[in-house]
């Protein structure tokens, strides 16, 4: 199985997760692109359900799918959340960001009863780290972070864009990628990113993931229910 026929199972399968009249979160990447094109094609056959995007261009192929989209004026809490992810490990912690969408999807994440991550094999990590971990930054404060964030332990970046600029996320922030090469404790790593002034949310997501999709050549594994 390619990559690409690994992340299509995946997504196939978190789909049959969502049933008619679910307020549905919908994540952001390659991954999650495909399963919102399943979505679109369940809307055609008469699901109805809403959906909260995790970012603008996800908004933008959900709505040309003909997918109803919300904003948090319209619900306060999702049924479900289906997202990519960079890395998860086996306690089912993740890092994601590599989008740069990790904000939306960690506020839309912990607002959803249940989140299920999607992913192709290769995402699967015995230890987190070996992806540089995004953490969005207020750009005001962007150069000083960057020292702070390295007496973390890691080597930082500020992250560019396609167009050789810095890359700037949908709410207007910078991302620095940080590389920790091993992240020895997510937990206490997490809670030092969180109070670090400035940092506006990092890509470490503990305790959200209740179930992960898995796609492998011997089918699709699931972990967690
Ligand atoms: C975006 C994300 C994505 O879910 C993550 O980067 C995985 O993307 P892909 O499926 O393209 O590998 O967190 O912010």
């Not at 008469?46 to 996800?58: D, F, H, I, N, Y």
């Not at 970046?157 to 020895?184: M, P, Q, W």
């Amino acid at each position: 199985m390619t990559e690409d026929e690994q992340k299509q199972a995946a997504a196939e399968k978190s789909v049959s997760y969502i049933e008619d009249g679910m307020v549905v979160g919908l994540g952001t990447g390659s991954c999650a692109a495909k399963m919102v094109d399943l979505v679109g094609a369940r809307v055609k056959d008469g699901l109805k359900m809403t959906a909260v995007p995790t970012s603008e261009a996800t908004a933008q192929q959900a709505q040309s799918l003909g997918i109803e989209v919300v904003g948090f004026d319209r619900v306060s809490s999702l049924d479900l959340t289906i997202d990519g992810t960079d890395e998860v490990d086996p306690q089912r912690r993740l890092i994601k960001g590599g989008g740069g969408a990790h904000l939306r999807e960690k506020i839309v994440a912990s607002l959803s009863d249940r989140m299920i991550v999607i992913a192709e094999a290769k995402k699967k990590v015995t230890q987190l780290g070996a992806f540089k971990l995004p953490v969005e930054v207020i750009r005001f404060a962007a150069p000083a972070l960057l020292s702070r964030l390295e007496g973390l332990g890691c080597e930082a970046h500020l992250r560019s864009g396609s167009d050789n600029e810095l890359f700037v996320t949908d709410e207007g922030n910078y991302v620095i990628d940080c590389d920790f090469k091993v992240i020895a404790n997510p937990e206490q790593l997490a809670l030092d990113l969180s109070t670090l002034p400035g940092v506006v949310e990092h890509g470490l997501f503990i305790g959200y993931a209740d179930v992960v999709l898995i796609g492998t050549d011997a089918g699709v594994e699931i972990l967690g229910s």
